[in-house]
């Protein structure tokens, strides 16, 4: 049986998962990267401008949940190791694995077309153009800004956290009166590396919905190491046992002076931090409720105070877009995107693309794109039959009520998982279901 002619957007980690897995399964490809180099969002510097990583970025995974399952991580890399230890990491991955010379650095996806009866003409940077059969896409979704608006102008200076390097670049930051919006982990990395008092700063952190602080350590270990969910329990059954026990680890950001949470624990992304609550309690950074609206310097909050400031910065998370796409091709607005799986589009006509990576995989995501990886190299050589149109629409319906039916209806949320519940769902259910519609005897 002939394979078909395969093409990956993107090296970063999706991208190499999925080449790995498609050496193992014997399937030729390209991948096609717009920088000069492998690991996405984790080579900081990254020429293609598709890298939010700061100078001072450790991971808030732990190496021991963030490994890949047949590659872990040196043993001599701290529990939370900074950036270029995951750059380096890929790069090992990457050679282990004989992956560089399936993939042509600095010639990305331009422009991808669907043909008439399936397949795709792929438009390079380099001018040329080539057909494949199978599109993988795996050009990340955390690279494109999206920035909060407001009634009103702000004078100062602003800019996404995504173009935060460290307290010199891109702005000089020191001696400045800073508003930080937002509390994802970036926020709160951002926000206590420039409360720094040697830095001479005032920081102000703002928030809509608050957010539970997560710590990084409990009982002298790797708190995601106590998060495991089981297959074999109600998932709201198993969170609600997390909301009941989440006085124990300190995490209400009330105990801090932040707002009180418009939502239970774990029906938003928490927040992990250690230092966070400690530049609180200490009067370095001033908790903030939302924005009401912008004038010159003076920002007011929906609190009714309002106070001057030199700079703003947007921690407000990322969209998830496909440059390469027509939009009535292929688009999520609003972080919307129907995938059966998390992969798989459920137009018969569009079987030809798989997606990997699009999601918030709670508490991991580098073994979540290993998972994905083994069902998308399956499919390429048919060992993988998709269900009926019908049955992927419910499916995804079905699953977007267990993961995110509970969640705070925003656009950071619509992508959010349960990596071990996804997991065993494919491992157990999906593949073996998958093999059957397929033909294929399952030994």
Same mark, same amino acid.
């Given at each position: 049986m002939?394979?078909?002619?395969?093409? *990956?957007?993107?090296?970063g980690?999706s991208g190499?998962?999925?080449g790995k897995?498609?050496?193992?399964y014997? *399937?030729?490809?390209t991948c096609?990267?717009t920088?000069?180099?492998?690991?996405?969002?984790?080579?900081?510097?990254n @020429?293609?401008?598709?890298s939010?990583?700061?100078?001072s970025?450790h991971? /808030?995974?732990?190496?021991?949940?963030l490994?890949?399952?047949?590659?872990p991580?040196?043993?001599?890399y701290?529990?939370?190791?900074?950036?270029?230890?995951i750059?380096?990491?890929?790069?090992d991955?990457?050679?282990?694995f004989?992956?560089r010379?399936?993939?042509e650095?600095?010639?990305?996806?331009?422009?991808a077309d669907?043909?008439p009866g399936?397949g795709?003409?792929?438009? %390079?940077?380099?001018?040329?153009?080539?057909e494949?059969?199978l599109?993988?896409?795996?050009?990340?979704?955390?690279?494109?800004?999206r920035?909060?608006?407001?009634?009103g102008?702000?004078?100062?200076?602003?800019?996404h956290?995504?173009?935060y390097?460290?307290p010199e670049?891109?702005?000089h930051l020191?001696?400045?009166?800073i508003l *930080?919006?937002?509390?994802?982990?970036?926020?709160?990395?951002?926000?206590?590396?420039?409360?720094s008092k040697?830095?001479?700063?005032?920081?102000?952190?703002?928030?809509?919905?608050?957010?539970?602080?997560?710590?990084?350590?409990?009982?002298?270990?790797?708190?995601? #190491?106590?998060?495991?969910t089981t297959?074999?329990l109600?998932l709201?059954?198993?969170?609600?046992?997390?909301?009941k026990m989440?006085?124990?680890?300190?995490?209400?950001?009330?105990?801090?002076?932040?707002?009180?949470?418009?939502?239970?624990?774990f029906?938003?992304? @928490?927040?992990?931090?250690?230092?966070?609550p400690?530049? %609180?309690?200490s009067? &370095?950074?001033? @908790? #903030?409720?939302?924005?009401?609206r912008? &004038?010159?310097s003076?920002?007011?909050?929906e609190?009714g105070?309002?106070?001057e400031?030199?700079?703003?910065?947007?921690?407000?998370g990322?969209?998830?877009?496909?440059?390469?796409?027509?939009?009535?091709v292929?688009?999520?607005?609003?972080?919307?995107?129907? %995938?059966? #799986?998390r992969m798989?589009?459920?137009d018969?006509?569009?079987? /030809?693309?798989?997606f990997?990576?699009?999601?918030?995989?709670?508490?991991?995501?580098? @073994?979540f794109?290993e998972?994905?990886?083994?069902?998308m190299?399956?499919?390429?050589?048919?060992?993988?039959?998709?269900?009926?149109?019908?049955?992927m629409?419910?499916?995804? &319906?079905?699953d977007?009520?267990?993961?995110?039916?509970?969640m705070?209806?925003?656009?950071?949320?619509t992508q959010?998982?349960?990596y071990?519940i996804?997991?065993?769902?494919?491992?157990?259910?999906?593949?073996p279901?998958? %093999?059957?519609r397929?033909?294929?005897l *399952?030994?």
């Open positions: 002939s394979h078909p002619r395969t093409a *990956v957007i993107g090296a980690i190499l998962t999925s897995m498609l050496n193992d014997g *399937v030729e490809y096609y990267e920088s000069d180099r492998v690991g996405g969002n984790w080579a900081f510097g @020429p293609n401008g598709h939010s990583a700061y100078r970025l991971i /808030d995974t732990s190496k021991h949940r490994s890949f399952k047949d590659f991580m040196p043993e001599s701290p529990d939370f190791p900074h950036h270029t230890q750059k380096a990491y890929l790069d991955y990457a050679d282990a004989d992956i010379r399936h993939i650095f600095e010639n990305g996806v331009e422009h669907p043909r399936g795709w003409t792929l438009r %390079l940077h380099s001018g040329e153009t080539r494949v059969d599109l993988v896409v795996a050009n990340g979704h955390h690279w494109d800004p920035t909060a608006e407001f009634p102008e702000f004078t100062g200076e602003s800019f956290s995504h173009h390097i460290d670049t891109p702005l020191k001696d400045k009166r *930080v919006v937002g509390i994802g982990n970036s926020a709160a990395d951002i926000s206590v590396e420039l409360s040697s830095l001479r700063n005032e920081v102000t952190l703002s928030t809509r919905s608050s957010a539970w602080i997560v710590p990084k350590y409990t009982y002298g270990l790797p708190a995601d #190491k106590y998060y495991v297959p074999y109600p709201k059954w198993q969170r609600w046992a997390a909301q989440q006085f124990m680890t300190g995490s209400n950001p009330e105990l801090y002076g932040l707002p009180k949470p418009n939502h239970k624990f029906e938003a992304h @928490p927040t992990q931090s250690i230092e966070l400690l530049r %609180l309690g009067g &370095d950074i001033t @908790p #903030k409720v939302n924005i009401s912008l &004038d010159g003076a920002v007011h909050f609190d105070t309002s106070a400031f030199d700079v703003i910065i947007y921690a407000t990322y969209n998830i877009t496909f440059p390469f796409f027509d939009h009535d292929i688009s999520a607005p609003e972080n919307h995107l129907r %995938l059966f #799986k798989f589009l459920t018969p006509a569009r079987r /030809d693309a798989v990997m990576g699009f999601a918030q995989s709670t508490p991991t995501l580098f @073994p794109v998972a994905q990886a083994r069902l190299a399956a499919y390429a050589i048919g060992r993988y039959a998709l269900p009926t149109p019908a049955a629409e419910q499916a995804i &319906d079905d977007q009520a267990r993961y995110t039916g509970h705070l209806d925003r656009p950071r949320h959010q998982l349960d071990f996804y997991e065993h769902d494919l491992r157990a259910k999906e593949l279901a998958g %093999l059957r397929a033909g294929t *399952v030994s």
